[in-house]
């Protein structure tokens, strides 16, 4: 549609490819960081991330006329300000970054030790 209406050079079009896949790239980056429990999904980072990566994308598909693209990442660039705004109101310091590492609280059942009955490998076979 814009292509049709504003005809663009081929020199935009490289350029607004290139932040197509930059776009993508700091989208997938972002997911595996939080998927490895590096950045918390809530985190401004993981959100500013998201907006700018989402933010690319969008001109990326407005200069190859891929008007669903284009909304579905102008819809992903409003969620990922509207976390921001909130962190920002809940968390003015910015201190909650990323997942806070320790162990798991003692009263979580998951979290006791189990006893491990085996054999003992290192000693002499017993004959009676």
């Known amino acids: 549609m814009l292509g049709i209406v504003l005809p663009m050079s081929p020199t935009v079009l490289s350029f607004a490819s290139a932040l197509g ?3 993508a790239l700091g989208t997938v980056v972002a997911y595996a960081l939080v998927s490895q429990k590096v950045l918390s999904a809530t985190s401004r980072t993981f959100q500013a991330t998201n ?3 989402a933010a690319m994308l ?3 598909a407005l200069a190859h006329d891929s008007l669903p693209s284009a909304a579905a990442n102008v819809v992903w ?4 300000l509207v976390a ?3 962190s920002r109101a809940t968390d003015p310091s910015g201190t909650a ?3 806070e590492t320790g162990a798991v609280p003692a009263e979580d059942p998951r979290s006791a030790p189990l006893d491990v009955v085996a054999p003992d490998l290192d000693r002499e076979p017993v004959l009676a």
């Open 84 to 86: 921001l705004v909130r």
């Open 21 to 23: 896949w930059a776009g």
């Open 58 to 60: 969008t001109v990326s």
């Open 97 to 99: 970054e990323t997942f």
């Open 77 to 80: 660039v409003l969620i990922a």
């Open 51 to 53: 907006a700018a990566a």
